[in-house]
Nanobody
């Protein structure tokens, strides 16, 4: 019920902007986030918005900016200075229950987008 877009193939140092919005009705979200899964690796947290704040993993802090409107279940991810290690399928997610106020773990997000591929070459 979430639609992610904006992925693509870029060179190291380039920028991309990902977007995510509901494909149908608004989800009455409490938090919105981006996760990513690189080939052969587990899915990991990237960034989130929740309760008026923004949260980042250490690996993207200073390079990525997350924004959006939790009430409208929309979230964007501006990715600057991309590195080859950022190559992954990026997933947006929404928390409709409020559990992410406990922790920003993927198990607490109950709606997911289909994923959009970001490929960064050196």
């Amino acid at each position: 019920q979430l639609q992610a877009s904006g992925g693509g193939s870029v060179q190291a140092g380039d920028s991309l902007r990902l977007s995510c919005a509901p494909s149908g009705r608004t989800l009455n979200s409490h938090g919105m986030a981006w996760f990513r899964q690189a080939p052969g690796k587990e899915r990991e947290f990237v960034a989130a918005i929740r309760g008026g704040g923004a949260y980042y993993s250490e690996s993207v802090k200073g390079r990525f900016t997350v924004s959006g409107d939790v009430n409208k279940s929309t979230v964007r991810l501006q990715m600057n200075n991309l590195k080859p290690e950022d190559t992954a399928v990026y997933y947006c997610a929404a928390d409709s229950t409020g559990r992410t106020y406990i922790d920003l773990i993927q198990e607490y997000f109950d709606y997911w987008g289909q994923g959009t591929l970001v490929t960064v070459s050196s």
